[in-house]
């Protein structure tokens, strides 16, 4: 069992910057990968970013590539989301998630994560 919680979201003009943090509990962190998501209003939930377990590896959607970076801190069990030029676009829900294999999240996407958090909600405004 592995228990997230997200934070840092808000309201945020566009142009702004916003830091998601995933605090994780429950098993030896550094042991999985893990995912951000996001899911806007009457749209599916999307991957954002992706790092693995020792966090040398990192990917990107188009959603956030050149704006976003997905950092971990495995000492502190918590996953970042630094999100930069902000666009309205970007307003959802963000949700962070684990998977065992860097490569679950890369092929199955949402279906192949094993736990979520209940989620922070990021707003941009225009």
């Known amino acids: 069992q592995v228990q997230l919680v997200e934070s840092g979201g808000g309201l945020v003009q566009a142009g702004g910057s916003l830091r998601l943090s995933c605090a994780a509990s429950g098993r030896t962190f550094s042991t999985y990968a893990m995912g951000w998501f996001r899911q806007a209003p009457g749209k599916e939930r999307e991957l954002v970013a992706a790092?693995?377990?020792?966090?040398?590896?990192?990917y990107y959607t188009n959603s956030g590539k050149g704006r976003f970076t997905i950092s971990r801190d495995n000492a502190k069990n918590t996953v970042t989301l630094q999100m930069n030029s902000l666009k309205p676009d970007d307003t959802a829900i963000y949700y962070c998630?684990?998977?065992?294999?860097?490569?679950?999240?890369?092929?199955?996407?949402?279906?192949?994560?094993?736990?979520w958090g209940k989620g922070t909600l990021v707003t941009v405004s225009s």
């Open positions: 790092i693995s377990g020792s966090g040398s590896t990192k």
């Open positions: 998630a684990t998977a065992d294999l860097m490569r679950s999240i890369l092929d199955r996407g949402s279906s192949g994560m094993d736990y």
